[in-house]
């Protein structure tokens, strides 16, 4: 079992940054890989970033590569998620997900899911 809790969703403007957290608790698994997808209204759950549990391999979805950057910090349990120059296409629920082996890009491989935290960027 997986708890995931996410933090630092808010309001930015188009060009700002914003910085999530991913609290998880992992109850003694192994080789956890945690991610994150986002969802605005009326749109399909997208790819957004993904960290192995090493942190030694990392995947991004396309619309992303070189705003954002994940990264891991083990002893606290905590996976971050740098979002740079953002856009208002950035807009959505941004939702940390957890599965054990492999890191992969559907939602539908993922077994645990956070609430969620909401991003608005305003133009």
């Known amino acids: 079992q997986v708890t995931l809790v996410e933090s630092g969703g808010g309001l930015v403007q188009a060009g700002g940054s914003l910085k999530l957290a991913c609290l998880y608790s992992?109850?003694?698994l192994t080789w956890v890989t945690e991610a994150w997808f986002r969802q605005a209204p009326g749109k399909d759950r997208?790819?957004?970033?993904?960290?192995?549990?090493?942190?030694?391999?990392?995947d991004y979805g396309n619309s992303v590569k070189g705003r954002f950057s994940i990264s891991r910090d083990s002893a606290q349990n905590t996976v971050y998620l740098q979002m740079n120059s953002l856009k208002p296409d950035d807009t959505g629920v941004y939702y940390c997900a957890a599965v054990q082996n492999g890191v992969p890009n559907t939602a539908g491989e993922y077994d645990w899911w956070g609430q969620g935290t909401q991003v608005t960027v305003s133009s």
């Open positions: 992992e109850s003694g």
């Open positions: 997208e790819f957004v970033a993904a960290i192995s549990s090493t942190g030694r391999t990392i």
